[in-house]
């Protein structure tokens, strides 16, 4: 195993994590959110956050390019900082985060439909303000379901290709796995490939062996 397969896979674990570490809170809220109220537009919510998992990566990744682009919304007054997303480290981690993110709801909304209401009523009755009741009942009880929805959001960040593609190019600080098993197999580099395909394995068949663990037993 080379220095450079090393680091490329020490890059996607470490950006795979960091992607997480950003999906987490909008996560977390979505799936309370879903999980707990009823409001209108509440179909169309669920929507959005799913949209990721039906679409194309590319358009996924397209849609990211108008958004965080220097043109775009968001990019511009971002760049106008001196802070590039696109085609950095950066744009790795945000298209690992956005198409990891619906399945991070998912699992973390399933647990806290499990978690039994009447004790979350309890402690509001005791006083307990709506936040205190969310840090102490709800989510300590939900944590299991939260720590799948996690891993399965690393998961796919890791293994994300088509969105990172677009938005962070195959460049050598950008390459992630996926990105370098494309680009060693469209060169020839069959060896190569097949090493980062072992890699890539490996890290997602912990990653989701873990994640069923915790869904099974939340």
């Known amino acids: 195993m080379t220095g450079d397969t090393l680091a490329i896979a020490w890059r996607t674990v470490s950006l795979a994590a960091l992607a997480t570490l950003v999906m987490l809170p909008p996560g977390i809220a979505l799936a309370w959110i879903l999980a707990r109220r009823q409001f209108p537009g509440r179909a169309m919510l669920e929507t959005l956050v799913s949209l990721p998992l039906v679409m194309p990566p590319v358009a996924t990744g397209l849609m990211l390019i108008w958004v965080f682009g220097r043109r775009g919304p968001l990019g511009g007054p971002l760049s106008q900082l001196g802070i590039d ?111 980062m395909l072992a890699i890539s394995a490996s890290i997602a068949f912990g990653a989701l062996l873990l994640s069923n663990r915790f869904a099974s037993t939340s």
């Open 85 to 195: 997303v696109m085609f950095t480290w950066r744009a790795v981690v945000l298209a690992g985060a956005v198409m990891g993110l619906p399945l991070l709801v998912r699992a973390t909304r399933a647990g806290f439909e499990q978690v039994d209401r009447r004790y979350e009523e309890i402690a509001g009755t005791l006083g307990a303000s709506p936040r205190r009741v969310f840090l102490t009942i709800s989510l300590p009880l939900a944590k299991r379901g939260v720590l799948a929805g996690a891993l399965l959001g690393f998961s796919r960040a890791l293994g994300e290709f088509g969105a990172t593609i677009m938005v962070a190019g195959a460049l050598p600080s950008t390459r992630t796995i996926a990105v370098a098993i494309y680009s060693y197999t469209e060169t020839g580099q069959e060896a190569a490939a097949t090493t």
